[in-house]
């Protein structure tokens, strides 16, 4: 029987697939296909895993039976009993064995997998003491697993699918479920092989969200309890559109979503004929499209979309899962010139690392006993960035080192304070006098302030005195003018982009930005829902910065606009009290 379960759209499209079900704390577990003629020497790995294990086990049980019957703890003896049986457990080998042989998971995929079945049977039992055990399980798979990290397979992760090759006769898609997907996590599975995603937890511009925009697969966020009712292997229909999740669906609907999977193809082919198509509106304005990026990588993306330039690089993503190491001057410095050769002479707008809230440097890290404070509040982006001089020193002679190799914006996040862009403005000088001293080659940028605070949008003419250029983060700017937590699903319904409170702060923002002559532009989700678009454009903007995958259905609707018409209708939105209902209008 198909069950739905609802959860909130957040990149377009229809993913049709086998379920694989990964445990929050182990999505960090490598997934990859191996060879066929691999499949004797993985399983051979995962044998020396188990008999690693065992060997240690027994020696405990060794060295606890040396201690004598006085001292032997009888509760541990018969907890490693357990162990060295679970280890043996035929279920868990033979089931390990079959993703190995029929699915050609790599070993470290196919344990956790197999972890995640049983796991689900010993939630199930009535008995509370076996359903303990599912703890000893656990237990045991992370042992083998810590002994594998140090036997790496010989294929390499994110290396073709082999289950592509030779007889052609390609198999189903994998779609990934998951209790919660950390945005470092979800860069993981930029190289990886999953056509979708569902997570239970979630905000529509979480960033998990939005990296999942930006690899443009179908994903739906918020999906609460889609992880316990969806089973492995399951079959699943992700619609990203609508926010819906089909399991096990029946011929009709797998049909039907077939049939709009190849109209979406056939949609995005159509609009990839816009790709050098000029961004102009039908009065004549030129309009700026261009690209947010996570990864240097993503400028091929960014160009393939026809973006000219980017206007937001998160830099912090260069920062993140990295057990506290943190990328030196050197390391940025390759991986920002990497940026500006992508693209090509066209601009980089790199914004200073934005840690903090829902992009912790690590997975669940938060800093001890501070788990009542709220991080969206607290130490992130560029406050974070001044509480740890030397390491923004660095940044910023990376990003001025690397705008010698093409044009590069240096872009500060979540500024509101004007003794923080005295501090800052402070740092880039001495950043500059440090390069010099050192003989070391850099470029010009222009500096760029983001309004993603309502105390920045209600000062904007402090932020003129002072940069080049303004680029608002609606993303946050909605988040704290609404006190709408963006991460959580729970109040996302009240996450609202044309509240009249923020269409004030962002009016405001574009139009003394426009009278005196400084750039502005919007590199907050807002920019690239195609819902938006004509209001943005009357509200007076004329550059938009997006993920690559939205940049041509937000030009079609741009070669669309008539600018002038769109200016009175903006205000009359703009004047209402409900302005959604005349977003339609
Ligand atoms: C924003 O807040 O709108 C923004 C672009 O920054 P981020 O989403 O990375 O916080
Ligand atoms: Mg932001």
């Not at 109209?263 to 159509?270: D, K, N, S």
């Not at 693209?343 to 669940?364: N, W």
């Amino acid at each position: 029987m198909t069950i739905s379960v609802h959860g909130l759209a957040v990149s377009r499209g229809i993913a049709i697939g086998r379920a694989v079900i990964v445990a929050s704390s182990r999505v960090d577990v490598a997934h990859y296909f191996i060879p066929v003629d691999q499949i004797e020497s993985e399983i051979e790995r995962l044998r020396q895993a188990r008999n690693a294990v065992a060997e240690e086990i027994t020696k405990v049980q060794h060295s606890l039976h040396d201690l004598g019957p006085n001292d032997a703890h009888p509760e541990l003896t018969a907890l490693l009993d357990v162990h060295l049986m679970l280890l043996q457990d035929e279920q868990l080998t033979s089931g390990v064995k079959h993703w190995i042989i029929d699915r050609h998971y790599n070993a470290e995929w196919a344990l956790t997998t197999q972890l995640e079945v049983i796991a689900r049977q010993f939630d199930e039992m009535e008995d509370p003491y076996l359903r303990e055990r599912k703890a000893d399980l656990e237990q045991v798979v992370e042992r083998m697993l810590r002994f594998m990290r140090g036997v790496a397979s010989p294929v390499a992760a994110g290396a073709e699918d082999p289950r592509h090759s030779g007889d052609g006769s390609a198999e189903a898609p994998l779609v990934l479920i998951a209790h919660d997907l950390s945005p470092a996590d979800m860069l993981q599975f930029k190289q990886s092989v999953f056509a979708g995603f569902v997570t239970d937890v979630g905000g529509k511009t979480s960033h998990t969200a939005i990296v999942a925009r930006s690899m443009d697969i179908p994903a739906v966020v918020g999906a609460r309890s889609a992880s316990h009712i969806i089973k492995q292997d399951d079959w699943v229909i992700i619609d990203g559109d609508a926010g819906v999740v089909l399991v096990d669906p029946s011929p009709i609907l797998l049909a039907e979503y077939g049939f709009k999977q190849r109209q979406g193809e056939v949609e995005r082919e159509r609009l990839s004929r816009l790709k050098n198509t000029p961004a102009v509106t039908l009065d004549g304005q030129k309009i700026e499209l261009l690209a947010n990026i996570e990864q240097p990588e993503d400028t091929a993306a960014a160009l393939k979309a026809g973006a000219v330039g980017v206007g937001l690089f998160r830099s912090e993503f260069l920062f993140m899962g990295r057990s506290g190491n943190l990328p030196d001057e050197d390391e940025q410095y390759q991986a920002y010139c990497r940026a500006v050769e992508g693209m090509q002479g066209l601009p980089v707008t790199i914004r200073t690392v934005d840690v903090g809230a829902d992009k912790p440097l690590e997975r669940g890290v938060s800093r001890s006993g501070e788990d009542h404070l709220n991080p969206a509040l607290g130490l992130r982006a560029i406050r974070w960035s001044l509480a740890e001089p030397s390491m923004f020193l660095a940044q910023l002679r990376a990003i001025l080192r690397a705008a010698a190799h093409g044009p590069v914006n240096l872009l500060i996040p979540m500024l509101a304070h004007a003794s923080e862009i005295r501090q800052t403005l402070a740092l880039v000088g001495r950043a500059r006098e440090q390069l010099d001293n050192a003989g070391t080659p850099y470029g010009h940028v222009k500096l760029g302030a983001m309004i993603e605070v309502p105390a920045a949008a209600l000062t904007i003419p402090l932020f003129l005195r002072h940069f080049d250029f303004l680029s608002i983060g609606t993303n946050d700017l909605i988040q704290y003018t609404l006190a709408i937590d963006r991460a959580d699903e729970a109040v996302s319904h009240l996450y609202d982009p044309v509240h009249p409170a923020v269409l004030h702060l962002l009016a405001g923002t574009i139009s003394q930005c426009n009278a005196q002559g400084k750039g502005v532009s919007v590199c907050g989700e807002m920019a690239g829902d195609v819902s938006l678009t004509r209001l943005l454009l009357g509200l007076g903007l004329r550059s938009f910065s997006m993920h690559p995958s939205q940049i041509l259905a937000v030009k079609q609707q741009i070669l669309r606009c008539d600018t002038t018409r769109l200016q009175t209708w903006a205000q009359s939105v703009l004047a209402a009290e409900d302005p959604a209902a005349l977003m339609t209008d």
